[in-house]
Nanobody, 120 residues
Framework: QVPLVESGGGSVQPGGSLRLSCEIS??????LAWFRRTPGDERRGIAL???????IHYDTSVKGRFSISLDSHDTLYLQMNSLKVEDTGMYYC????????????????WGRGTQVTVSS
């Protein structure tokens, strides 16, 4: 059983919006995050949230445009607005217990990713 399953990716024009979802099927820890892998780059943590929602962090590249949230049914969301071409990439949700961190090594549980393509 895959503990984390992403959905909601797709193709959109610059300036558009998408909402990614991540269904969490097991107890995956205290910290949840969205990572993005762009062409030629490593996975980069772009939005983090603690399981109680008290701590949230955004990478500077998405701050003010993206919003991370977690509902009571253990679904993690990433609302993405004002999308840019450079937001194109594979988006992964991840979970861990070690610490509130953007380091992918701190997240032992991963989904398989959902592709987001922003182009005109």
């Amino acid at each position: 059983q895959v503990p984390l399953v992403e959905s909601g990716g797709g193709s959109v024009q610059p300036g558009g919006s998408l909402r990614l979802s991540c269904e969490i099927s097991v107890d995956t820890g205290n910290y949840l995050a969205w990572f993005r892998r762009t062409p030629g780059d490593e996975r980069r943590g772009i939005a983090l949230i603690s399981s109680g929602g008290s701590h949230i962090h955004y990478d500077t590249s998405v701050k003010g445009r993206f919003s991370i949230s977690l509902d009571s049914h253990d679904t993690l969301y990433l609302q993405m607005n004002s999308l840019k071409v450079e937001d194109t990439g594979m988006y992964y949700c991840a979970a861990g217990s070690r610490r509130f961190s953007i380091d992918s090594d701190d997240y032992p549980s991963w989904g398989r990713g959902t592709q987001v393509t922003v182009s005109s």
